[in-house]
């Protein structure tokens, strides 16, 4: 499962890494499955859209849905985690956006490290986001749009944006947006089911509300090294996670085991 | 300037027609250089985005401003318009859209000819839209979202929208736009300045916002069949023209003309 040195190299570059049908179909029907039942849930951590009673974000299913449970320790997350960050690592957040068919909004411009050391005082950003797409991703559902070699410019001044969505981000303004994108272009990296996106935690990105009749759902485990753990707790600990302890990789049929095996599950 | 039968084909069968480079670097650098000075002025003709001080849409402009006064009798736009409409034709309605980087906002899932037949009592579906691009349009400055083949559903039901953006407009339901783009799917025309987008007056089309920091100026020229004459003057005059006089064309040097001898413009 681990990533060439083409690949690090490419990652370390751009800041970010596209891997097509990186999970196979078997794996995606697995987790797609379980979405339905999460998003109807009415708890703290579905964060919902200001435009629709749709999720816009369903934060920590890992801690409480036995398939997500499994993909977070899932070597093709993990053993590449380990290569890009150098070290052991822990999960900092876990969230799968809706982004809902008509009603799915905008993410304004922004890095995640931005928020996650405003907020949680990440010490260094020495993390990383891994995605894995659980349907197709087009031109026309709100792709991530992301400034390769943005992140090469550290933590960039940021606004605490609280009323353009329904949920607070730190954000970067016009002005430097447009002098990084005339820099380094843009790119929305579109694909099957299964696909995953490794990016930097300071990769500027941003994704434009999907007014498609076609839902577009994304996982992203964000993993932070062991020895850059946060120290500030002002945000829930389903947004932002206290356990430290070392991630363990499961076996690489960990999900296709599950689908193999449905009773296990429950 | 006459399409070929294959294009009429085309556009009668999709509902629209893409024509890359229809216009050349002379005549986009002519029209591109009066935007700035049109989207100035505090004028009605010139409205503005909710969601800034920018100019969404700048109606009428063939009216004041001697290069768009040609470009619509410009035999690119007339020549293909007659051949598609089958008869002479008159300028319902002329507007530049600014889609302005960060500000331009959403345009709703609709039909123009909904609006048209709705506000302005227009008998028959036999009006088109001829757009040039004056910037490249790429996937992230918010092109146009057509509904291949969706003008052979006729007029569709429509609800007036006067809240979700600054422009009123008649729009689609969420149902139909599924259905509709489940059967003919989905294109979104981009290309680079001076290529031109002809489509249907019933072809169900939206564009989303602008998230991105480079600009996306579209002249559209919607032109009716003069036997289709509308006959409810509700709205300004500009918005909905009132005279019906057939246009004719002039010749195909009319925009490069003024580009070798500026002074003519003044």
Same sequence: chains 1, 2.
Wanted: hydrophobic fraction near 40%.
């Amino acid at each position: 499962m681990k990533l060439t040195a083409a690949q690090l190299d490419q990652f370390h570059d751009d800041g970010y890494l596209f891997l097509p049908d990186w999970f196979d179909a078997d794996e995606v029907r697995l987790m797609k499955a379980e979405v339905p039942g999460i998003f109807a849930q009415r708890r703290p951590e579905n964060v919902r859209e200001r435009t629709g009673d749709v999720v816009r974000t369903a934060f920590a299913v890992h801690t409480y849905n036995p398939v997500f449970g499994r993909l977070v320790r899932h070597p093709k997350f993990l053993e590449p985690a380990e290569q890009l960050l150098g070290g052991t690592v822990y999960i900092h957040q876990f969230k799968i956006n809706g982004k809902a068919a008509f009603d799915g909004d905008v993410w304004q411009w922004h890095q995640d490290y931005g928020t996650w050391a405003a907020d949680d005082d990440m010490p260094e950003p020495r993390a990383m986001n891994l995605a894995v797409f659980l349907d197709e991703v087009t031109e026309f559902n709100g792709p991530l749009f992301f400034i390769p070699r943005s992140h090469r410019r550290g933590k960039l001044a940021a606004g605490h944006d609280v009323t353009t969505t329904s949920y607070p981000l730190w954000t970067i303004d016009h002005d430097t947006i447009a002098r990084l994108a005339n820099e380094g272009g843009m790119v929305a990296p579109k694909g099957r089911p299964g696909s995953a996106l490794f990016f930097h935690c300071n990769l500027v990105h941003g994704s434009a509300p999907n007014m498609s009749p076609w839902g577009r759902e994304i996982v992203y485990v964000s993993l932070n090294r062991v020895d850059n753990a946060i120290r500030r707790f002002k945000r829930p600990e389903w947004i932002a996670h206290r356990d430290f302890t070392p991630l363990q990789a499961m076996g690489a049929d960990c999900l296709r085991e599950l689908a193999r095996e449905p009773a296990a599950l429950r």
